[in-house]
């Protein structure tokens, strides 16, 4: 089993900034591939970014190209989230999720941390 557990959110003004981590435990952490989701009120759960096991492969939705950043320390068993130039439609829950597949799908993410809530104001 994985255990994930998400750490660094908060509230911010648009603009800032805000790095999100994720510590997993449980298995071994590069047999992962690790990916972030986010859930705004009344909206669906939908992906941010996606990192593969060997931090070579990335993928970003589109609506945080150029502003956020996703990377990961595998010796300290973590994936980060760096997001910079926060609008206030980032608001949302963040969710860190963990699958053993190479490259997972959305839906192949199979394990979940509790969340983290960022707000950002106008």
């Known amino acids: 089993q994985v255990q994930l557990v998400e750490s660094g959110g908060g509230l911010v003004q648009a603009g800032g900034s805000l790095r999100l981590s994720c510590a997993a435990s449980?298995?071994?952490?590069?047999?992962?591939?690790m990916g972030w989701f986010r859930q705004a009120p009344g909206k669906e759960r939908g992906f941010v970014a996606g990192?593969?096991?060997?931090?070579?492969?990335?993928d970003y939705a589109d609506s945080v190209k150029g502003r956020f950043t996703i990377s990961r320390d595998n010796a300290k068993n973590t994936v980060y989230l760096q997001m910079n130039s926060l609008k206030p439609e980032d608001t949302a829950i963040y969710y860190c999720?963990?699958?053993?597949?190479?490259?997972?799908?959305?839906?192949?993410?199979?394990?979940w941390g509790q969340g983290t809530q960022v707000t950002v104001s106008s």
């Open positions: 999720a963990a699958s053993f597949l190479t490259w997972p799908a959305l839906y192949e993410y199979d394990h």
């Open positions: 449980g298995r071994t952490f590069s047999d992962l591939a």
């Open positions: 990192i593969s096991r060997s931090g070579f492969s990335i």
